[in-house]
C-alpha cells in the first residue's frame, strides 16, 4: 500500500479548515472574528461599552430614587391620615 504524499493530504484537508465542508464539521468563528479591527473600531467599542456601562448606573440610582421617593410619600401619607383620624376621635 502507497503512502499519500503530504501535499496531498494538505489539499484534501484544505476544505474542511475553510469551513466549506460537509454536514457536521464546525469551524469555531467566523472569517470576521478572526480579521483584526482598527484603531478607530477599537475606539468606538470602547465608547460605547463606557455609555452602556454609564446608562446602566445611571438607570439603577434613578430606580434607586424613584423607590425612596416612593416609599417616603406613602409613609408621609400613612403618618397624614392617622394625625387626622387620631385627632378626630
Excluded: C, D
Excluded at 499519500?4 to 460537509?22: D, H, Q, V, W
Excluded at 448606573?57 to 409613609?75: D, F, H, M, N, P
Amino acid at each position: 500500500m502507497a503512502s499519500p504524499s503530504l501535499s496531498s493530504l494538505f489539499s484534501a484537508a484544505a476544505p474542511l479548515a475553510g469551513g466549506g465542508g460537509g454536514a457536521g464539521v464546525r469551524t469555531l468563528g467566523s472569517p470576521a472574528s478572526v480579521r483584526p479591527i482598527s484603531h478607530r473600531q477599537r475606539r468606538r467599542r470602547l465608547v460605547v461599552a463606557s455609555v452602556k456601562w454609564r446608562y446602566k448606573g445611571t438607570a439603577r440610582k434613578e430606580a434607586a430614587l424613584s423607590e425612596l421617593i416612593e416609599r417616603k410619600v406613602a409613609e408621609a401619607t400613612e403618618a397624614f391620615y392617622n394625625y387626622i383620624f387620631s385627632e378626630s376621635k
